[in-house]
Every structure is written in C-alpha cells, then in structure tokens.
C-alpha cells in the first residue's frame, strides 16, 4: 500500500509548493524532446505531414516512457528509498492543482485591482486565444474555461492515469505517457496551419485519452460543486444538456459542469491566430460572470481531486494493488 503514501504526498507538495521556476520539470524536457523530433520531422520532406505527425507522437512516447522506465531502474538499483523519491518526483511535478490555481489567480487579482492590460497579459499565457482586446467577463470567462477543462487534463486525468497504472504495475510510466499525449496536443495539436497535418495524431490521441476521464471527471466536479453548496441540479442538468457544444469531444464536459455550478455562460467567439472561431455556448446566463466565479472554480478543482484519491484509495485498498 505504499503507493498511497506516495501519491498523498506527491498531492501535498502540489499543494504546498507549485511548480517553482527554477528546477527542473519533467514537461520541459518533454517539449524540448517533441521540438527535436518536430524539427526531425519537417526536414523529412518525402514524408507527408500527417504520417510525420504519427512518427512524432510514436517516437515522443518511446522516448519519453523507456527514460521514465529506466530512471526509476537505475534509482532503484542505487537504493529503494531513491526510487521512491523518484516517484514522488515524477507523480508531484506532473500534477498541476496548485499551478492552474496560482496562474489564474494572478489573473483574478489584476480583475480586482481593475488592471484589465495585466489581466489579459496573464490570461495571454494560460490560452492560445487572442487576448489583446477582451473585456473583463470576456477574460474571466476565459480563465473560468481554462481551470475547468485543467481540471481535467492538468489535475484529473493525470491522478486517473496514476491509478490505471497502478493496476497495471507501471504508474509512474503511465502517468508520464498521459502527459506525454497532452503536451504534444498543447504544442502541436492545433488545427489552424503549420500544425494542423503534424498535429492531428496527437490531437486525436489526446481525444481518446481524455474520454474516460473527462466524463467521470465531470461528474466529480459536480458532485464536488454539490459539496460545497453551488447549484447541484443545474450542474448535472447542464452537463447533461450541453456537454457536447465544444470542438472537443472532451472539453464541453467540464465547462458544461462548472457552467451549471455557477450558472454562468461560458463558450463563445474567440480569436485563434488572427482567426475568429465560433463556439456554441454552454449553460444559462443566470448570473453574470464576475472575477470570484475564477476562484470558485478553482474550488471545484480541489474537491474534485480530493473525491478522485478517495475513489483511487478505495479501490487500491480493496484490491490490494501493489501491495
């Protein structure tokens, strides 16, 4: 059962210490490792962007996998104890409850301080859409929309990944292959040019690995909104009705929770690359959007992430895995 010290402690530094600047992050040495295959890649002009695109998402994974594989190895041939600060390493710097909190927050305070130029200046850094000319609602729906598709892929999924690779003896492997698949959609899954032939494998793959836990991560957060007192029935009759008004097959079902939640709008007109992209809007417009809707998002993703460890807890006990 030594895994669920590990993962508890790996969730308490998240919480107490964030993602520091200065050391070293494991997704850092990811992207510098999709960028050389990226520009491997675009060199092979015979081969077609889209099969490049596949290359990049194989090659990436065998990449990054077989280094977790063999770090945790070689650390464990140095002393178990080694192997298991590894672990927490690896599980502590690839979740990002505390950084989606901090980032966005910064964001919520520049709303209060009326500081609507830093606003969008730190909302520019959380989104790939053009923030230059957002009003306030317009960047507090933004940030609202990025903790709660996050909440998935930045808090949910990775904890979900931990589990399924608990069962399958390999966690900290799975967990790295998970955001492995999320940082290639985040830099090249895009589906304005030069990205869209590159980055269509990693976009599709990051569709299917957030199938389950975007749906079981929705009903968390509403579950998690019902625990601390926002709109239950309008978070599930939300999720329900408007889950499926996104691009993604995954994002409308967080944004629709927390929508519900809060009874707010999110959703809408953004501008992507100079392009303007229409989205069906999720939830009602009950209650306009306001700077604290960022903070209770960010509650809804602590208390989402707190019910996901006591389900993975529960199961890890019940079957005793790796034990």
Known sequence: MEYVYIITLSVILDYIIGDPPNWPHPIKYIGQIISKYER?????????????????????????????????????????????????????????????????????????????????????????????????????RAAVETLAENTIDGVLAPIFYIGVGLFLKVPAEMLVAYKTINTLDSMVGYMQEPYKEIGYASAKLDDIINYIPARLGSVLMVLSGIILGYDGRAGFKILLRDRRNHKSPNAGYPEAAVAGLLNIQLGGTNTYFGQRVYKPTIGDNKNELIPENIKDSAKIMYCSEILLLIIIFILVFKWGVLS
């Open 40 to 140: 491997i890649i675009r060199s092979w002009r015979i081969v077609p962007l889209k099969i490049g695109g596949f290359l990049l998402t194989t090659f990436t994974l065998i990449t990054t996998v077989s280094a977790t594989f063999l770090i945790l190895k070689i650390s464990k041939l140095v002393h178990p104890i080694a192997e298991i600060i590894v672990t927490i390493y690896i599980f502590y710097s690839l979740l990002a409850a505390k950084c989606l909190h901090l980032e966005t927050f910064k964001v919520y305070k520049a709303l209060k301080n009326n500081d609507i130029k830093k606003a969008r200046k730190l909302l520019s850094y959380l989104v790939g859409r053009d923030t230059t000319k957002l009003n306030e609602k317009e960047v507090t």
